[in-house]
């Protein structure tokens, strides 16, 4: 959902029409939050093994991007992982590090090693001001997998990708088109309708006020001050992740937000988040299409589908979609909202960690 300054931003600046939602009912939506379990008791992942920044070019132009390796010396049989991070104002690496960490931990006949890497414009990645949009991220991610250069060329034809939110809908789009081939998909709490759409919808009265507040964010001078409004506030982002990015408020410690606010202020960080909030990051248009995806995959990519149950409603409905949909091969839920790898790690590295031993054991 998106932070209430926002809606106030399109309401009266650009005089949302009677058939647009009432204020009250956004403000209403942005703060469901349902009582859920206690978070996973687990100490802080250690560091990474390995930290590094990749070079990935687009339109003849490097861009570093930031990734780090999660690994253990003990198993010679090793399976690689390519974590993505949930796409949002905050994207960052950090949210994987637990889940990475348990997995590459477990002894067992097969060792695993995760990458975790930043998207272009997110995290600790050079934040340029590209054009934004699904395509490109896709993009991104195609040449990330496919390049010899890059953090997981040595993956071979094993490699799993692991994404949350809009980051595992684009993965499966990718993978749908034969753009990448993974040996399996874990997509975690995927969403594909960005937080003011999924709100006002698409008309094209309401896509033309996108393009105002997405072109005003961009903006020098102007830009960082609604940006500082909108996103980069701690209240703002405190008031994000307690109302639906984690089930139980009680679980957003000030670290997380001092950890977050602290992502926002970095160079660049304004030009994703005008993209993400208007919807220009969304892979696909309606839940036909989001369904139509996984289908895609039936048969050829085995996917793991895991829900969460606090889910916001929007949110949530677009994830039972997917519970007996063609191209899902195993449909779990665990507590959590739109953020479940970090507010309950081990639960959702407890559920990655059976899926893959279950996908490698059938291909033998």
Do not use: C
């Amino acid at each position: 959902m998106p932070p209430a300054a926002a809606v106030a931003f399109l309401s009266p600046a650009v005089a949302v029409s009677s058939r647009a939602l009432p204020l009250r009912r956004a403000r209403h939506l942005a703060v469901r939050a349902v009582a859920s379990p206690p978070a996973s008791k687990s100490k802080p992942a250690p560091p990474p093994s390995k930290t590094g920044r990749w070079e990935w070019k687009f339109e003849d132009k490097p861009i570093n991007i930031y990734y780090e390796e999660h690994e253990q010396d003990s198993s010679e049989d090793v399976k690689n992982i390519l974590m993505i991070p949930t796409i949002s104002d905050v994207s960052t690496v950090e949210e994987w590090r637990v889940v990475a960490k348990d997995i590459v931990g477990r002894k067992g006949e097969l060792g695993y090693r995760a990458t975790i890497v930043d998207w272009p414009g997110l995290g600790y990645s050079d934040r340029p001001s590209l054009n934004y949009n699904a395509d490109v991220m896709e993009s991104f991610l195609v040449q990330l997998v496919n390049s010899p250069n890059s953090p997981v060329a040595n993956a071979d034809d094993e490699l799993i990708i692991v994404g949350g939110g809009h980051a595992a809908t684009i993965a499966v789009r990718a993978a749908g088109k034969g753009l990448i081939r993974p040996s399996a998909v874990a997509a975690v709490a995927p969403t594909w309708a960005g937080p003011l759409p999924i709100v006002f919808g698409r008309g094209s009265d309401m896509e033309t006020r996108y393009g105002l507040l997405r072109g005003t964010l961009r903006a020098p001078a102007i830009g960082w001050m609604m940006y500082n409004v909108l996103v980069s506030n701690e209240k703002s982002i405190q008031s994000q992740y307690k109302s639906h990015v984690y089930a139980n408020p009680d679980n957003v410690t000030p670290d997380i937000i001092e950890s977050r606010y602290e992502l926002t202020k970095r160079k660049g960080a304004r030009y994703v988040p005008a993209a993400f909030l208007t919807g220009l990051l969304d892979p696909v248009q309606s839940r036909e299409e989001f369904v139509q995806l996984f289908a895609k995959l039936d048969g050829d990519v085995p996917v793991l589908m895991v829900s969460t149950l606090n889910a916001p409603k929007r949110s949530k409905a677009e994830m039972e979609a997917l519970k007996s949909a063609k191209g899902v091969t195993k449909f779990v839920e665990v507590p959590g909202a739109l953020l479940p790898q970090e507010e309950y790690p081990l639960a959702v590295a407890e559920e990655l960690y059976s899926f893959l031993q279950e996908s490698f054991t059938a291909r033998r």
